[in-house]
Nanobody
Framework: QVQLVESGGGLVQPGGSLRLSCRTSESIFSIYIMGWYRQAPGKQRELVARITRAGSTTYADSVEGRFTISRDNAKNTADLQMNSLKPEDTAVYYC?????????WGQGTKVTVSS
């Protein structure tokens, strides 16, 4: 059972930056795809960004050019650097690990973008 623990959420003003981090309980190398999802109040959970073990990345159109996902196999972490934040980025952000056989989720970290 892989456990994922997110950190780094908080309150930030529009235009600001935050860095989210997801730490895995087992070697991140065993997780084929690491992803960040978000869920805003009253909306469905949506993919923000994901990165494969080989480093291939995918981004939602709404965050392309502003967010960057990365993974560090030595530290067992997957980070999401978020720049130029907008109020519509406000949501609970969840880390996801896909081993191609099982799907694991973190508990979520709240990001609020407001002046």
């Amino acid at each position: 059972q892989v456990q994922l623990v997110e950190s780094g959420g908080g309150l930030v003003q529009p235009g600001g930056s935050l860095r989210l981090s997801c730490r895995t309980s087992e070697s991140i190398f065993s997780i084929y795809i690491m992803g960040w999802y978000r869920q805003a109040p009253g909306k469905q959970r949506e993919l923000v960004a994901r990165i494969t073990r080989a480093g291939s990345t995918t981004y939602a159109d709404s965050v392309e050019g502003r967010f960057t996902i990365s993974r560090d196999n030595a530290k067992n972490t997957a980070d999401l650097q978020m720049n130029s934040l907008k109020p519509e980025d406000t949501a609970v952000y969840y880390c996801n690990g896909d081993t191609l056989g099982n799907d694991y989720w973190g508990q979520g970290t709240k990001v609020t973008v407001s002046s």
